[in-house]
């Protein structure tokens, strides 16, 4: 099994910034894409963005330019740097992740962390 742990989320005003990160454990060969998603209250979950294996990004364009997302393969790990926050953006964040768990296998299982939450107050 893997485990996918968000941290980094917490309270910020407007304009601010905050790092997320998302650590994955467990049974892991190799991790494909990763992403980065969030949901609002009372809204549904929105794709923010991915970077793939090779360390390519696309986001979507209302995070485009204010939030970006890398990744440490020698950690498992990927961050979501988010600049010039919003109060619209207060959110609960969750990483996602397609990993590859098996040498006998080429499928890869896709992940969810917990999630952390984000607040931006104006």
């Known amino acids: 099994q893997v485990q996918l742990v968000e941290s980094g989320g917490g309270l910020v005003q407007a304009g601010g910034s905050l790092r997320l990160s998302c650590v994955a454990s467990?049974?892991?060969?190799?991790?494909?894409?990763m992403r980065w998603y969030r949901q609002a209250p009372g809204k549904q979950r929105e794709l923010l963005g991915m970077v793939t294996g090779g360390g390519t990004t696309n986001y979507v364009d209302s995070v485009k330019g204010r939030f970006t997302i890398s990744r440490d393969n020698a950690k498992n790990t990927v961050y979501l740097q988010m600049n010039s926050l919003k109060p619209e953006d207060t959110a609960d964040y969750y990483c996602n992740a397609d990993v590859r768990e098996s040498l006998i296998s080429l499928h890869y299982s896709n992940y969810w962390g917990q999630g952390t939450q984000v607040t931006v107050s104006s």
């Open positions: 467990g049974r892991i060969l190799s991790i494909n894409a």
